[in-house]
């Protein structure tokens, strides 16, 4: 099957960067589209960032001209580039990526097991 392993989250003071990874493994024939979502205590999971196969991309109105999501498509990842960084975008940030399996040519749904992205004031 298909497996998306994150990385790059951690501790960090207001108005620094990270750079979280994920990266899809297993029967892939070719990923649609990649984005990052995120969830805060006490607040449901919201859209940080998205990107298809074509490179177009959209972001949350919370992290326009902050944050920047890119992919490698041959890789199968997806990057998210964090800049300036606000106490308000502690959360939990999941990597979601739509593709089609190998196996059976499915469009299906995958999302990793999320990272901690902890700023600190």
């Known amino acids: 099957q298909v497996q998306l392993v994150e990385s790059g989250g951690g501790l960090v003071q207001a108005g620094g960067s990270l750079r979280l990874s994920c990266a899809a493994s297993?029967?892939?024939?070719?990923?649609?589209?990649m984005g990052w979502y995120r969830q805060a205590p006490g607040k449901q999971r919201e859209l940080v960032a998205h990107i298809t196969n074509g490179g177009s991309t959209n972001y949350g109105d919370s992290v326009k001209g902050r944050f920047t999501i890119s992919g490698d498509n041959a890789k199968h990842t997806v990057y998210l580039q964090m800049n300036s960084l606000k106490a308000e975008d502690t959360a939990v940030y999941y990597c979601?990526?739509?593709?089609?399996?190998?196996?059976?040519?499915?469009?299906?749904?995958?999302w990793g097991q999320g990272t901690q992205v902890t700023v600190s004031s």
């Open positions: 979601n990526v739509n593709l089609y399996s190998a196996f059976d040519f499915a469009l299906k749904d995958y």
């Open positions: 297993g029967s892939i024939f070719s990923v649609n589209d």
